[in-house]
T-cell receptor
Framework: RKEVEQDPGPFNVPEGATVAFNCTYSNSASQSFFWYRQDCRKEPKLLMSVYSSGNEDGRFTAQLNRASQYISLLIRDSKLSDSATYLCVVNLGSTGRRALTFGSGTRLQVQP | GAVVSQHPSRVICKSGTSVKIECRSLDFQATTMFWYRQFPKQSLMLMATSNEGSKATYEQGVEKDKFLINHASLTLSTLTVTSAHPEDSSFYIC????????????FGPGTRLTVT
C-alpha cells in the first residue's frame, strides 16, 4: 500500500467549477500535512498547510480528518491558472526536519 | 520566501559518465537538505537526507555508491550520479530547511538529467 494515496485524476472541469481532491495516508504517526502544486516540469510549490480544524485560503479549503487519515482540498471558482498537478504531502516530523512523503498527484485541467 | 537554486537546470550526458548536481540555499543556512527524484508521471521519491558535516542517509533501494552526496557547507549540497545509465534519466529536485527549524521546506527548481 502506498504511504499517501490520491485520486488518480485527471480532473477536467470548466472555469468557475468547484472541484475536490481527496487523499489518504497510511502512517498514523504523520504529524503535518500539506497540499503542494506542481506545474509541468517544475518543482512543487507549497499551496497550503492542512490543520485539524480545517483551513481556508481564498478559494482553497483544506480539511484533515486524523481519525480516518484523510485529507481533502476544495477549489472553488476554478480558474484556468489552477491547471496543475496537486500533490498531497505528509511529514512524520512536526518541525519540518523529516523528509516529505508525496502522493502521486492529481492532475487538474480547467477548461475555458 | 527563502530561495534554493540548483545547477545545472538541464544536463544531457553519455552513458557511463558522471554528473554533479549542485543545490544551494541562497539566503539562509540549510542544516538539512533532501534529494528527491521524479520519473515522468510519477511522484517525487526521496533518495537521501543530507545533513551538513555528516554522511547522508539513503533511502532503501538507493545505492549510496552510485549517488554520492556531499553536504560540505551550510549552503551547499551536491549529488553526483556516477556511471550514469539511461534508467537514471529523471528529474532531480533538492529541498532545504534552515537552522531555525523552518517549518517549510524550500525546493530548488530541479535538474532534468537525460542519459543517452
Amino acid at each position: 500500500r502506498k504511504e499517501v494515496e490520491q485520486d488518480p485524476g485527471p480532473f477536467n472541469v470548466p472555469e468557475g467549477a468547484t472541484v475536490a481532491f481527496n487523499c489518504t495516508y497510511s502512517n498514523s504517526a504523520s504529524q503535518s500535512f500539506f497540499w503542494y502544486r506542481q506545474d509541468c516540469r517544475k518543482e512543487p510549490k507549497l499551496l497550503m498547510s492542512v490543520y485539524s480544524s480545517g483551513n481556508e485560503d481564498g478559494r482553497f479549503t483544506a480539511q484533515l480528518n486524523r481519525a480516518s487519515q484523510y485529507i481533502s482540498l476544495l477549489i472553488r471558482d476554478s480558474k484556468l491558472s489552477d491547471s496543475a498537478t496537486y500533490l498531497c504531502v505528509v511529514n512524520l516530523g512536526s518541525t519540518g526536519r523529516r523528509a516529505l512523503t508525496f502522493g502521486s498527484g492529481t492532475r487538474l485541467q480547467v477548461q475555458p | 520566501g527563502a530561495v534554493v537554486s540548483q545547477h545545472p537546470s538541464r544536463v544531457i550526458c553519455k552513458s557511463g559518465t558522471s554528473v554533479k548536481i549542485e543545490c544551494r540555499s541562497l539566503d539562509f543556512q540549510a542544516t538539512t537538505m533532501f534529494w528527491y527524484r521524479q520519473f515522468p508521471k510519477q511522484s517525487l521519491m526521496l533518495m537521501a537526507t543530507s545533513n551538513e558535516g555528516s554522511k547522508a542517509t539513503y533511502e532503501q533501494g538507493v545505492e549510496k555508491d552510485k549517488f554520492l552526496i556531499n553536504h560540505a557547507s551550510l549552503t551547499l549540497s551536491t549529488l553526483t550520479v556516477t556511471s550514469a545509465h539511461p534508467e537514471d534519466s529523471s528529474f532531480y529536485i533538492c529541498s532545504a530547511i534552515g537552522l531555525a527549524g523552518v517549518y517549510e521546506q524550500y525546493f530548488g527548481p530541479g535538474t532534468r538529467l537525460t542519459v543517452t
